[in-house]
């Protein structure tokens, strides 16, 4: 999909960018107490919001396929089951969505970052890490960020397959940054040099994203 085909001028597109201009739900607060587990100006959730661009791609797990690109040794391409293939890991971590809810103690089956690069071969050049989405949705980060060891490329959320409106088959978790960083209908994973902002970033959105600081808006 053409990034002109993004819905540019949804209600939400406008109002999230519109947030970004006003710094909406910034606290100013600088630090992380030590027994916080909540990030400042964020409030807790027991259900799970489903937050996109409203550009469902069902794209069922028998076609579904992850491009593993750029600057690599062995570029990759798979499908489920060699995802399945792969060493299995989980993970039990909290998400931080930048519109202010978190919701704790998410369990989360599928492939480490770690194990991915180490498949792939990684070169010493590879500085960003760039993803492309099933509905057209991008974003990025850098690669000391996709290397740590709770990021993931998910198939399952609470030992069930991941729900199609949360992004599944398959989307990466990226419990430590804002989750606008987390690409549901993950379809290409890209490492390259130099940094190429994705979707929200473009609209105001920090280009890092942690919670702890506040890294809500650029
Ligand atoms: N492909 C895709 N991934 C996406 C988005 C999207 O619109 N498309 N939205 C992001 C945003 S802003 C958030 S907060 C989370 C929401 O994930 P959830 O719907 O599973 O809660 O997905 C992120 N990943
Ligand atoms: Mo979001």
Redesign the pocket.
Known sequence: MADSDLPEDSKLTRT?SKWAELGKFLTGRQSRPEDDRLPPGQHLVKN????????T?NVPKEVWRLDIAGLVDKPQTWDFKGLLGMPQSHRVTD?H???TWSRYDNRWDGVTTHDLMDAVGVKDTARRVLFT?????T?NMAIEDFANPDVMVVHSWEGEPLTL???GPV?LVVPHL?????????RRIEFVEADKRG??EVRGYHNHADPWTEERYS
């Open positions: 999230k799970w919001p489903v937050l996109d661009l409203g550009q791609p998400i969505c930048v519109t989405s099933n509905d057209g949705y974003t409106e949360h992004g989307r804002y989750f606008w960083k987390s690409p549901k209908w993950l979707f929200w």
